[in-house]
């Protein structure tokens, strides 16, 4: 089984007669025990145009010290990253492959570098005996798999203990270092030193079962079956090399810790917090964008074939961030990493507007089938997200009642309830990403990017045609809302202010995707059109609560409960649906004023 744990580190340039400072004059530290040498020995293994290492992922095979076996790390921040730990085997554990899919796809993981160093290790000690921190001195012998170039290195390093979450103590170590002449090392990690200083990345190749175009999933996306579980060599050879095709075991480590969400790179919370990247406008560290030129990385090419200024640049930058999105939090889903699911699902639904809001930048007889596609992965996480929601909203309302109203066991059928149902959509959603039809969307969306199917307004400025999109888009939400309102209350408005929010969803991703190009006029224009969505989605999540509730009613009568409270909270959440649809002609009124539109051609 896996284990995760959280790494905050510093490193620093030296030689092997840089000498330390005395670091019992930082505060906090009482003493420095010296631990003497340990010899590590690690092989770092990638695909051949080292997609891994584009995205700053790293997996590694370790003997020696401590912490012998697998490692992938994931980067979180400067200078934080998880990292995952199987133990020591000859090959790569099932549930470590899991988490690397989506980014190696069809391609074989193979030795690329061999790191062997003797780490001088002192422990950094607080008055009452408890660790702070780690450094180490670290003379490195790196050697380029399978070419053989080799180069030399020392450098310190230093890192807190696994209880300790502060950087300012870094900070004042860093400062007692700078004054001794040590300085902050230029390479985010030891791989990318040796793969810098032992010859330039290969050249990136089309990789055996991926396509060369785009072409409709199922067809020229198809995975054509990948192996079960690929094999990474022995660490001492140039290798027998594997691929990371289906995973026996789905990666559920990840549980020291749940704070934060999967959409927020660069948060340095406890482990099982995810860094990844695609959020819209700045796509973070944990998968890097993949730009034209960099084909093999893991996320997606660029803007190809669409000059700078240009509507197809700018809707393909966009599109970039969603794929790269879906790429990145993969492993984060698998993870069981917080409100993974939920930014997995909306980048899902991002890039669907995309293709449908811009439909005269990219074709649609190519992106109609790949938005099917994403319609099927967001569905199937749908699942666990919806489930996530309802039981967060009943549980919300539950405690907002009076002991007094709460009759017969309540909570107890509300917990298991939810606990057989998450446990169910969590194994359809791991179902999913280990998919053929998962691997053959990725390769679809590869190729897309790397082959744009680029109309000819792809060709015209992007100012006109992405605020031309935007106001239609505006004004199909429009049209769904009056007609929503101009129904009786009831199941079919309820339908209809559905429509509307999925119409909000579309006009606020099309602002979105403008931003870049129309700035604060589609800024705000996505504010209020966000304002609209949230209170329609806020209707619906009622409208499932009462469709829950009344099941809960009918299970409690048939087994002799009361359904009391069940009823009450049923006429609770209709109150609320009644006050969000009183609410919503003023709500719109603030995003319908024809100057917002204007303002986006000005």
Same mark, same amino acid.
């Given at each position: 089984m896996a284990e995760t744990k959280r790494e905050i580190e510093r490193k620093y340039e030296a030689t092997g007669e840089t000498p330390l400072p005395d670091l019992t004059r930082v505060a906090g530290v009482a003493e420095v025990v010296d631990e003497g040498v340990m010899e590590l020995d690690a092989v770092y293994h990638d695909t051949p145009d080292l997609r891994l290492a584009a995205d700053a992922v790293t997996l590694r095979r370790r003997t020696g010290g401590s912490d012998a076996g697998w490692h992938v790390k994931f980067p979180v921040a400067a200078g934080i990253r998880d990292e995952i730990r199987a133990p020591l085997s000859d090959t790569l554990p099932g549930e470590l492959a899991g988490l690397l899919r989506s980014r190696v796809r069809h391609a074989e993981i193979v030795p690329v570098v061999r790191l062997r160093s003797a780490r001088d290790v002192r422990r950094l000690l607080a008055a009452d005996g408890t660790l702070l921190a780690e450094l180490s001195v670290d003379t490195v012998h790196a050697e380029r798999l399978p070419s053989?170039?080799?180069?030399?290195?020392? $450098?310190?390093?230093?890192?807190?203990?696994?209880?300790?979450?502060?950087?300012?103590?870094?900070?004042?170590?860093?400062?007692?270092?700078?004054?001794a002449g040590i300085h902050p090392s230029d390479a985010p990690s030891k791989l990318a030193r040796a793969l810098a200083e032992t010859g330039p990345a290969p050249e990136a190749a089309p990789t055996a079962g991926e396509p060369g175009k785009a072409g409709k999933p199922g067809k020229a996306g198809?995975?054509?079956? /990948?192996?079960?579980?690929?094999?990474?060599?022995?660490?001492?050879?140039?290798?027998t090399?594997?691929?990371?095709?289906?995973?026996?075991?789905?990666?559920?480590?990840?549980?020291?810790?749940?704070?934060?969400?999967? /959409?927020?790179?660069?948060?340095?919370?406890?482990?099982?917090? /995810?860094?990844?990247?695609?959020?819209?406008?700045?796509?973070?560290?944990?998968?890097?964008?993949g730009t034209a030129g960099k084909p093999g990385s893991?996320?997606?090419?660029?803007?190809?074939?669409?000059?700078?200024?240009?509507?197809?640049?700018?809707?393909?930058?966009?599109?970039? $961030?969603?794929?790269?999105?879906?790429?990145a939090l993969d492993p984060a889903v698998r993870r069981d990493l917080p409100?993974?699911?939920?930014?997995?699902?909306?980048?899902?639904?991002?890039?669907?507007?995309?293709?449908?809001?811009?439909?005269?930048?990219?074709?649609?007889?190519?992106?109609d089938p790949v938005g099917d596609e994403l319609k099927w992965l967001a569905g199937e996480l749908g699942v666990a997200r919806d489930q996530e929601v309802l039981d967060a909203r009943l549980r919300a309302r539950l405690a907002d009642l009076p002991p007094t109203l709460t009759l017969g066991p309540v909570e107890a059928r509300l917990r298991r309830r939810g606990a057989a149902r998450a446990e169910d959509a969590r194994r359809r959603a791991l179902e999913a990403l280990d998919s053929d039809r998962h691997l053959a969307l990725l390769d679809t969306l590869h190729a897309l990017?790397?082959?744009?199917?680029?109309?000819?307004?792809?060709?015209?400025?992007?100012?006109?045609?992405?605020?031309?999109?935007?106001?239609?888009?505006?004004?199909?939400?429009?049209?769904?809302? $009056?007609? /929503?309102?101009?129904?009786d209350p009831g199941h079919e408005r309820d339908l209809a202010l559905h429509e509307a929010r999925k119409a909000a969803k579309r006009a606020r991703y099309a602002a979105e995707a403008a931003r870049p190009t129309l700035g604060k006029p589609a800024k705000?224009?996505?504010?209020?059109?966000?304002?609209?969505?949230?209170?329609?989605?806020?209707?619906?999540?009622?409208?499932?609560?009462?469709?829950?509730?009344?099941?809960?009613?009918?299970?409690?009568?048939?087994?002799?409960?009361?359904?009391?409270?069940?009823?009450?909270?049923?006429?609770?959440?209709e109150a609320a649906a009644a006050a969000t649809e009183r609410e919503l002609p003023g709500v719109w009124a603030r995003a319908a004023g024809p100057e917002l539109t204007a303002a986006l051609t000005r």
């Open positions: 053989g170039a080799v180069a030399t290195w020392t $450098e310190i390093e230093v890192e807190l203990a696994d209880d300790v979450d502060d950087p300012a103590l870094l900070d004042a170590i860093e400062k007692r270092l700078e004054k198809e995975s054509g079956g /990948a192996g079960e579980r690929g094999t990474a060599g022995k660490p001492s050879s140039g290798g090399s594997g691929t990371a095709g289906k995973p026996g075991t789905a990666a559920t480590s990840g549980t020291a810790g749940k704070p934060g969400t999967a /959409a927020t790179s660069g948060t340095a919370g406890k482990p099982g917090t /995810a860094a990844t990247s695609g959020t819209a406008g700045k796509p973070g560290s944990g998968g890097t964008s893991g996320g997606t090419s660029g803007t190809s074939g669409a000059p700078a200024g240009t509507a197809g640049a700018a809707v393909l930058v966009y599109v970039r $961030e969603q794929a790269d999105a879906i790429v409100d993974a699911v939920h930014q997995l699902r909306v980048a899902c639904r991002r890039m669907r507007s995309a293709f449908k809001t811009y439909r005269r930048v990219l074709d649609r007889t190519v992106t990017l790397a082959d744009p199917p680029l109309r000819k307004a792809a060709r015209r400025d992007a100012r006109r045609v992405l605020a031309k999109a935007v106001r239609k888009d505006h004004d199909r939400l429009g049209g769904r809302i $009056e007609h /929503a309102l101009a129904l705000k224009l996505g504010k209020r059109v966000k304002a609209v969505q949230s209170l329609l989605g806020e209707h619906q999540d009622s409208v499932v609560a009462r469709a829950a509730l009344r099941e809960f009613a009918i299970q409690s009568h048939g087994a002799g409960e009361s359904a009391f409270t069940w009823g009450l909270l049923y006429g609770r959440e």
